[in-house]
């Protein structure tokens, strides 16, 4: 059946403009349908090859994760890095296992979930009590200067660096007596 019908169209394999005689042609030569159906057909291969790898991947993830003792691989494959950083952290101590024999090395499931999960750290120093300071038993920051011998900067810097507690009353700062002179040895 022939048509009278001309419509511009762009082939959809090269993109130039042609005069189709349907309204449904989509190529403008046969050459060009040609090519177009292989790439169709060369997509979906592809489509599917990546399919396919999406589940041979996963795969091996999910029965990683329905284990309770994995493997220094398994571990890496869990946690996307080498087996030489699982063995850091195996002899670094951050890490607990279990070696079963030579290439016998065995880590807990729960082992790996407590490393994103660490335990709350006590702290290596606990507070002491501070007794708070008396007036009577301190300085003004002028007086210990003075004591000290030393320029404002100076005795500042001093008293930093040995954490010399510091008490504000009005518009005063102390420090305490004792530990002034326990640093000039006096």
Do not use: W
């Amino acid at each position: 059946m022939s048509s009278n019908i001309k419509v511009q169209r762009v082939c959809q394999y090269c993109g130039k403009d042609f005069e189709a005689r349907t309204t449904v042609t989509k190529f403008c030569s046969t050459d060009c349908a040609r090519r177009g159906y292989k790439e169709r057909i060369r997509k979906g291969k592809i489509a599917k090859s990546e399919e396919e790898m999406k589940v041979v991947k996963s795969k091996p993830l999910n029965e990683i994760q329905a284990k309770s003792y994995l493997t220094v691989g398994d571990v890496a494959t869990l946690l996307q890095s080498s087996e030489q950083a699982i063995y850091d952290m195996i002899n670094s101590g951050r890490l607990a296992a279990t070696n079963l024999g030579i290439r016998k090395t065995r880590i807990l499931r729960a082992d790996i979930d407590k490393l994103f999960n660490p335990p709350k750290m006590k702290p290596m120093i606990q507070d002491v009590p501070v007794k708070p300071l008396r007036i009577s038993d301190c300085y003004t920051i002028a007086e210990a200067e003075y004591v000290s011998g030393m320029s404002s900067k100076a005795f500042y810097e001093l008293i930093k660096k040995h954490n010399v507690r510091k008490m504000k009353q009005g518009k005063f700062v102390y420090v305490p007596k004792k530990e002034i002179h326990k640093l000039f040895n006096k």
